[in-house]
Nanobody, 123 residues
Framework: VQLQASGGGLVQAGDSLRLSCAAS????????SGWFRQAPGKEREFVAVISWTGGTTYYADPMKGRFTISRDNAKNTVYLQMNSLKPEDTAIYYCAARARSRSLMDLNLYEYWGQGTLVTVSS
């Protein structure tokens, strides 16, 4: 499966942004999916994951209540709605996928990655 993330940009603190990740090559319903991010000078970190059905989601603690992950398998797309953005949310955001036969929460074992989309939040 190939993943293409989009929707990043420059916003102000408190603004909202929605990221999209379009999958191609194989039916997206075959995969769990997630978002990760990497800030300048930092290691990549987990943001949120969603099961292949969309029925189960998990968030990193700093994102709970502000970010919402969702998916539309008919459109082969996963979304990340980000509200109340903070300067510390500035990062490159990557979407990822993992075969649905495997664990949703093996966060270090996601096999497929998109190219990333840059989100910059100014104060």
């Amino acid at each position: 499966v190939q993943l293409q993330a989009s929707g990043g940009g420059l916003v102000q603190a408190g603004d909202s942004l929605r990221l999209s990740c379009a999958a191609s090559g194989r039916p997206f319903s075959l995969y769990h999916s997630g978002w990760f991010r990497q800030a300048p000078g930092k290691e990549r970190e987990f943001v949120a994951v969603i099961s292949w059905t969309g029925g189960t989601t998990y968030y990193a603690d700093p994102m709970k209540g502000r970010f919402t992950i969702s998916r539309d398998n008919a459109k082969n797309t996963v979304y990340l709605q980000m509200n109340s953005l903070k300067p510390e949310d500035t990062a490159i955001y990557y979407c990822a996928a993992r075969a649905r036969s495997r664990s949703l929460m093996d966060l270090n074992l996601y096999e497929y990655w998109g190219q990333g989309t840059l989100v910059t939040v100014s104060s």
